[in-house]
């Protein structure tokens, strides 16, 4: 093989593992919250929309891990120094997990699905109205 070919074959493994890391998150932020049992879809979203928050905090301390602080530390035999940054890391969630839960962000939610609701609503009654 050459070199193009082989730049290129890293190009497309790059951009696979791009689309599964984005899948996969895509499935952990929104399949759990939309299963949640409810009558009502504004309540679904709204849990969807309060779900956010925490599960991009993970999803920071992952990557933080993964692309900075392995190659940079753990795998330079720094072992000490990852272990010290990520008991900080996982603190800094939890606590802004905490601020997220406790400021009532689900209020929040529930009210711009609510707006976007009554929008909707709006719309198609006005759209109804011209025939």
């Known amino acids: 093989m050459n070199?193009?070919?082989?730049?290129?074959?890293?190009?497309?493994?790059?951009?696979?593992n791009l689309a599964i890391?984005?899948?996969?998150?895509?499935?952990?932020?929104?399949?759990?919250?939309?299963?949640r049992p409810s009558?009502?879809?504004?309540?679904?979203?709204?849990?969807?929309?309060?779900s956010l928050g925490p599960t991009?905090?993970?999803?920071?301390?992952?990557?933080i891990n993964y692309l900075l602080l392995l190659p940079r530390l753990y795998f330079k035999d720094?072992?000490?120094q990852f272990y010290l940054i990520n008991v900080?890391?996982?603190?800094a969630a939890f606590g802004l997990n905490i601020g997220w839960w406790?400021?009532?962000?689900?209020?929040?939610?529930?009210?711009?699905v609510h707006a976007l609701k009554e929008e909707a609503l709006t719309a198609h009654s006005c759209s109804g109205s011209r025939r």
């Open 3 to 16: 070199d193009a070919t082989n730049v290129n074959f890293q190009s497309i493994a790059r951009h696979r």
């Open 21 to 35: 890391h984005i899948l996969c998150w895509g499935l952990i932020m929104i399949v759990p919250p939309l299963l």
């Open 39 to 50: 009558e009502m879809m504004d309540d679904r979203l709204a849990h969807l929309l309060r």
């Open 56 to 63: 991009m905090c993970y999803m920071l301390v992952f990557y």
């Open 78 to 80: 720094k072992k000490t």
């Open 88 to 91: 900080v890391l996982i603190f």
């Open 102 to 112: 406790t400021h009532d962000a689900g209020a929040d939610a529930r009210t711009w």
